[in-house]
């Protein structure tokens, strides 16, 4: 009948507590703390490596060092924690590894800002002395999150704690670049990069965020006369470095200038005129200015036609042109440069303000400025080409399949990736330079040349460059550890979809390149965003931005949890409010109390269950519905389809188990005997079960609860419910229609105006019925009294075969209740005659406003529901 009865202990072991030692409100504050550190003491979330188990691995994506738990965090955490806890229940080597990013870039500004505030400078530390610097706030401030994931309840191995810039992780580092780079996929080349003049660094292409900004376009002459062309643009700084105006080879308007030199406004030089197919000649005049220097797309025109590139800012945005414009601002400069050109009659058209898309830097938000520089850069052709593969040939699967598409659509179309950061904190570039033009790229174990006039490049390494070793650099890579051996590739990557870009792809391409041609994982599970109940972003910018953990001080972290798992449909965004977290806290109070009561009733796990023949039918479609909710839950975790589960897993226990089963029982417990001795056995199995598939989304209440009813060890390493096959269609069958006869009685009962806890005097005849064996039951449940002397039917309810009559003469004002009745018909009456005047009136129909008629015809509808709904109530008045 059902296996899970073998799955634990079966008398009550030394662990447990009486029943009446559990309080009677469940409050969160008082035992998360407490068992989370249990649980770590033990040894619960330690992988063996040495286990015979089949392994089971997720590594963490790892926060930066700078962060603190925020919505995003929990919610995924808390899918990988269910996950994982359910793997180690099941009896798989389940390790969840965590650890921390070193965040190049973020916490480079925040010990920048440190120094700020005591009137210093990174070069007023130096190198050594700031990096050093950079280690201490790490150890000072860095790693907040980790404690935060704690109070989460995140259970990962942290014996396997690891950060991106630790020893073993540098050298995984160091390692993988000169491989690639001795394969030729790590070289250094001149080009056009995202530079921001803020934090003074480049910045890879995803890294730059695209808004909508208010500008200017400006169209300028360009030469005399007849020789003389329009050009457009938003930065008319950049002007100073033009080489060149390009147009259209067929362009017939421009066939005279081409190869001839015009005059470039502002300055002493004349510039040529090119033919290029890049440029639409549709567009605007069809002419374009080409700065080399400072746009990626004037860079490619540069190459094919052998133009000059003149840098003419610096790194901080400054003019560095000779002229009256050297040493301003960019932005000073575009608008002194604009002035002088209106002046001198060269401005032919002036558009502000000019709306166009503008990139910032993610991290600062400042106004990005492509600039040429010289970088180090990954050439991902081959490697692009390979984690694509992986995915179409089904090695690996991402989930939900549509968002396949996405990663294609980055992989396929990827460009070469610019590596170096002009930073001091982070991976340094294990390359050297010699005094005479020499290069170096040293591996971990080898020494950097000796001798006068070598230096080290003075970069560092895009921080996703390490992050995308991680799956394979935690476990020990480069060296042969057993954990790699055992623990790689890892199951399941979980993330949001926003990452496919910066992390997703990169570790498919790392994996894949130094692991063999295998993939870092089997399946790519992405999720959405989490937003606020209406829909919109949350941000530490915006008002609705939460701090999970005032939450969870609050409500305690199941119902954060349990909040989260209720909305994560795979790949879609996350809606989350307040008001369902409080929702979620009804739910772990209503297990608490539903629980605690049937300990206190006598629920037990302890021996066999009955044989099926000393069964009831309660009791036999409760273990029924037991077992269908197993498989269901089961196939749903195999589905990544969380909201699902959670949604069948709150159905079960509060409408099945809570408001059913443990109802229904009260008259078999008041009865005694030996059903009473089955029932409470059985109650026992369906908490003991039931507790179990809720615990890994809400650990901390059913260890609570699991423990006393089982006084078993921990039901974080007990096993995992497995579905015996056990079905009764018939008891079900029997059950469902009794709910419905009960819930029929009580919508009745409601429509007179009764109090749900009213008692009334009422006669069942249920001969015949498929009901008859549960009359009792039915009592209880409505609340109805044996009819006495005098009883006197006013009111006569057919049910599944059989009748409930009802004595209302005593407890409701029949008359009184007429009348109310048939006033509130009349209103709704009134309602509907003039909705359906005005809904049949066309000149009406042809003014009005369309969200005006749709409101109408809604009222309309709710008028007629309501005259159905009040003749129906009148009707069914005693004496009607």
């Known amino acids: 009948m059902t296996e899970n009865s073998q799955q634990r202990p079966d008398s009550r072991g030394p662990n447990a507590a009486a029943p009446a030692d559990l309080p009677t409100q469940y409050a969160p504050a008082e035992v998360e703390e407490e068992l989370y550190e249990r649980w770590v003491a033990r040894g619960y979330f330690e992988a063996d490596v040495k286990s015979d188990k089949q392994p089971y691995t997720i590594v963490i994506p790892p926060p930066n060092v700078t962060g603190s738990l925020h919505l995003g965090h929990a919610f995924q955490h808390t899918l990988m924690d269910a996950l994982t806890r359910r793997k180690r229940m099941q009896g798989f080597e389940a390790l969840w590894l965590p650890g921390m990013d070193h965040a190049g870039i973020a916490t480079q500004n925040k010990v920048e800002q440190q120094l700020a505030e005591e009137g210093k400078s990174r070069q007023d530390l130096g190198r050594e002395g700031f990096v050093e610097r950079v280690w201490q706030w790490k150890e000072e401030y860095g790693g907040k999150i980790l404690g935060q994931m704690r109070r989460l309840g995140?259970?990962?191995?942290?014996?396997?704690?690891?950060?991106?810039?630790?020893?073993?992780?540098?050298?995984?580092?160091?390692?993988?670049?000169?491989?690639?780079?001795?394969?030729?996929?790590?070289?250094?080349?001149?080009?056009?990069?995202?530079?921001?003049?803020?934090?003074?660094?480049?910045?890879?292409?995803?890294?730059?965020?695209?808004?909508?900004?208010?500008?200017?376009?400006?169209?300028?002459?360009?030469?005399e006369g007849e020789d003389s062309l329009v050009v457009a643009t938003t930065r008319a700084e950049t002007m100073l470095g033009d080489t060149a105006v390009a147009v259209h080879p067929d362009d017939r308007r421009y066939a005279h200038l081409l190869g001839r030199h015009i005059k470039l406004p502002l300055t002493d030089r004349a510039i040529p005129v090119v033919a290029d197919e890049h440029v639409d000649p549709e567009f605007g005049s069809g002419a374009v200015k080409v700065t080399p220097a400072h746009d990626p797309n004037?860079?490619?025109?540069?190459?094919?036609?052998?133009?000059?590139?003149?840098?003419?800012?610096?790194?901080?945005?400054?003019?560095?042109?000779?002229?009256?414009?050297?040493?301003?601002?960019?932005?000073?400069?575009?608008?002194?440069?604009?002035?002088?050109?209106?002046?001198?009659?060269?401005?032919?058209?002036?558009?502000?303000?000019?709306?166009?898309?503008?990139?910032?830097?993610?991290?600062?938000?400042?106004?990005?400025?492509?600039?040429?520089?010289?970088?180090?850069?990954?050439?991902?052709?081959?490697?692009?080409?390979?984690?694509?593969?992986?995915?179409?040939?089904?090695?690996?699967?991402?989930?939900?399949?549509?968002?396949?598409?996405?990663?294609?659509?980055?992989?396929?179309?990827?460009?070469?990736?610019?590596?170096?950061?002009?930073?001091?904190?982070?991976?340094?570039?294990?390359?050297?330079?010699?005094?005479?033009?020499?290069?170096?790229?040293?591996?971990?174990?080898?020494?950097?040349?000796?001798?006068?006039?070598?230096?080290?490049?003075?970069?560092?390494?895009?921080?996703?460059?390490?992050s995308g070793l991680w799956p394979f650099s935690t476990l020990g890579w480069p060296e042969r550890t057993q954990?790699?051996?055992?623990?790689?590739?890892?199951?399941?990557?979980?993330?949001?979809?926003?990452?496919?870009?910066?992390?997703?792809?990169?570790?498919?391409?790392?994996?894949?390149?130094?692991?063999?041609?295998?993939?870092?994982?089997?399946?790519?599970?992405?999720?959405?965003?989490?937003?606020?109940?209406?829909g919109k972003k949350m941000s530490k910018s915006n008002p609705n931005s939460v701090d999970p953990l005032d939450w969870m001080n609050e409500y305690g972290a199941d119902a954060v949890r349990f909040t989260l798992?209720?909305?994560?449909?795979?790949?879609?965004?996350?809606?989350?409010?307040?008001?369902?977290?409080?929702?979620?806290?009804?739910?772990?109070?209503?297990?608490w109390n539903a629980t605690r009561f049937a300990l206190m009733n006598g629920a037990t796990v302890e021996g066999p269950l009955p044989d099926a023949s000393e069964l009831g039918a309660t009791d036999r479609w409760i273990l029924s519905r037991l077992n269908s909710v197993v498989a269901e839950v089961d196939g749903y975790y195999d589905d990544y389809q969380f909201a699902k589960l959670s949604d069948a897993l709150r159905h079960f226990a509060w409408d099945e188990v809570f408001d059913w089963y443990v109802e229904l029982s009260k008259t078999t417990f008041g009865a005694g005997g030996r059903p009473a001795e089955v029932s409470r056995r059985v109650l026992g199995e369906v908490l003991d079960v039931m507790l179990r598939l809720l615990h890994p989304v809400v650990p901390f209440v059913t260890e609570s609860l699991w423990t006393t009813l089982t006084g078993g060890e921990s039901v974080v390493v007990t096993a995992w419910p497995s579905d015996s096959g056990f079905r009764d269609a018939e008891a079900e069958r029997e059950i469902a229609t009794l709910q419905t006869a009960v819930t029929e009685v009580r919508r009745f009962r409601a429509d007179q105006g009764l109090q749900p806890g009213q008692r009334v005097p009422a006669r069942l005849t249920l001969a015949g019925s498929p009901l008859a064996a549960h009359e009792d039951a039915i009592r209880q449940l409505l609340r109805l009294q044996p009819e006495g002397e005098g009883f006197h039917a006013t009111a006569s309810l057919p049910i599944a075969g059989g009748t409930v009559e009802l004595d209302l003469s005593g407890v409701i004002d029949v008359d009184a209740e007429r009348k109310r009745l048939t006033k509130d018909l009349g209103a709704a009456e009134k309602e509907l005659r003039q909705t359906t005047a005005k809904l049949e009136n066309e000149g009406f129909l042809a003014k009005a406003p369309d969200h005006v008629v749709a409101k109408i015809r809604e009222r309309r509808a709710t008028a007629e529901s309501d005259i159905a709904r009040l003749q129906h109530q009148l009707n069914r008045l005693p004496g009607a």
Not at 195 to 209: G, M, Q, Y
Not at 359 to 377: A, D, F, N, V, Y
């Open 154 to 223: 995140d259970g990962v191995d942290w014996t396997r704690e690891r950060f991106t810039m630790d020893e073993g992780l540098s050298r995984a580092v160091q390692t993988v670049f000169k491989q690639m780079y001795d394969d030729g996929l790590i070289y250094r080349a001149e080009r056009i990069i995202n530079w921001c003049p803020r934090c003074l660094t480049a910045i890879s292409d995803i890294e730059v965020e695209y808004q909508e900004d208010d500008g200017e376009l400006v169209s300028i002459r360009y030469g």
């Open 298 to 466: 004037d860079f490619a025109i540069g190459q094919r036609h052998d133009l000059p590139a003149l840098t003419v800012m610096d790194e901080r945005g400054v003019i560095t042109a000779h002229g009256p414009y050297e040493g301003l601002d960019r932005f000073e400069a575009r608008s002194s440069i604009v002035a002088a050109l209106r002046e001198q009659g060269r401005i032919t058209a002036e558009k502000r303000p000019y709306t166009h898309s503008v990139g910032h830097c993610s991290r600062c938000k400042t106004t990005i400025e492509p600039r040429l520089s010289m970088q180090w850069w990954v050439g991902v052709g081959p490697l692009a080409q390979a984690a694509g593969d992986a995915v179409r040939d089904g090695r690996v699967k991402i989930h939900p399949a549509e968002m396949s598409a996405r990663y294609f659509d980055w992989v396929d179309n990827m460009l070469d990736w610019c590596i170096s950061r002009q930073l001091w904190w982070g991976h340094r570039i294990p390359v050297w330079y010699g005094p005479d033009g020499e290069v170096r790229c040293l591996g971990p174990d080898e020494q950097p040349p000796s001798g006068e006039g070598w230096t080290q490049d003075p970069d560092v390494l895009d921080t996703w460059f390490s």
């Open 483 to 534: 954990d790699l051996a055992r623990f790689y590739p890892t199951d399941v990557l979980l993330t949001g979809h926003d990452i496919i870009f910066f992390w997703v792809a990169r570790m498919m391409m790392f994996g894949l390149y130094a692991m063999d041609g295998t993939a870092p994982f089997h399946t790519i599970a992405l999720t959405g965003l989490v937003r606020d109940d209406h």
């Open 565 to 591: 798992t209720s909305g994560a449909n795979p790949g879609a965004d996350v809606p989350i409010g307040e008001d369902w977290v409080k929702a979620s806290r009804n739910f772990a109070n209503k297990v």
